[in-house]
């Protein structure tokens, strides 16, 4: 008997390790697939059926993982900027070396020109006008925000024992977000290029 319930066991826990990496796969999609659809058609235009319809899985699937749409966007831009973040520590793995800062501050600047930014700007506006989404988006941007100002801490070798280096930092966040914002209507490239080639020289000066 025992032998038989080993043998059993083995292999309803070979039938659930599929289940919960088909699981994943699918929460992978509707996360995406809720980023894609918020920065293409709004919030208003991204409802838990277009997302599920996109990601290619049922609304009920949808709901399982996600049981309201708030559930379902705020997770959405909360993992795909963590993605975004792993992503961008992983080219330089070392931090800032002095010849890299230009290329750190460029590829600080693209996180606020792509998708994502575009879909949490939408998030963001929605919330503005829903007070149920807005303590939500709140606390969102909050961890968000906390986690940009890491990254760029350690990849730019910010002391931030040396007074205004924090702020420093800051306002570069802050200067790319307005990038970002000016990028949505015109390509803002060529001004772009000329404003990161400034920020890297004033954070020379500043962070030494």
């Known amino acids: 008997m025992g032998g038989v319930s080993g043998t059993a066991n083995t292999a309803d826990r070979a ?10 796969a699918t929460r992978q999609r509707l ?8 920065a293409e058609r709004g919030w208003a235009g991204s409802t838990v059926s277009v997302v599920a319809e996109h990601a290619g899985v049922s609304r009920g699937a949808a709901q399982h993982h996600f049981p309201t749409r708030e559930d379902l966007f705020t997770a959405a831009v ?9 992503a961008l520590r992983a080219l330089f793995p070392d931090g800032a070396a002095t ?9 600080l600047v693209d996180l606020y ?6 879909a949490a700007l939408h998030l963001w506006v929605a919330a503005s006008n829903e007070e149920p989404l807005r303590a ?8 968000v925000g906390r986690e940009s100002h890491r990254t760029a801490v350690d990849l730019l070798g910010a002391d931030e024992t040396r007074p205004g280096a924090r702020e420093t930092v ?13 990028n949505l209507l015109t390509d803002d490239r060529a001004r772009r290029e000329r404003v990161v080639d400034q920020w890297t020289r004033l954070l020379a000066a500043e962070l030494g």
Request: net charge positive.
């Open 15 to 24: 039938e659930r390790v599929p289940k919960q990496d088909r699981s994943r």
């Open 31 to 38: 996360l995406e697939a809720a980023v894609a659809c918020l």
């Open 78 to 86: 909360e993992y795909v900027a963590e993605e975004r973040s792993l």
């Open 99 to 107: 010849g890299d800062r230009r290329a750190v501050v460029a590829a």
């Open 113 to 118: 020109t792509g998708p994502l930014f575009r």
């Open 136 to 143: 939500r988006v709140t606390e969102l941007e909050a961890r």
């Open 170 to 182: 800051q306002g570069l966040l802050d200067m790319a977000r307005g990038l970002g914002l000016a």
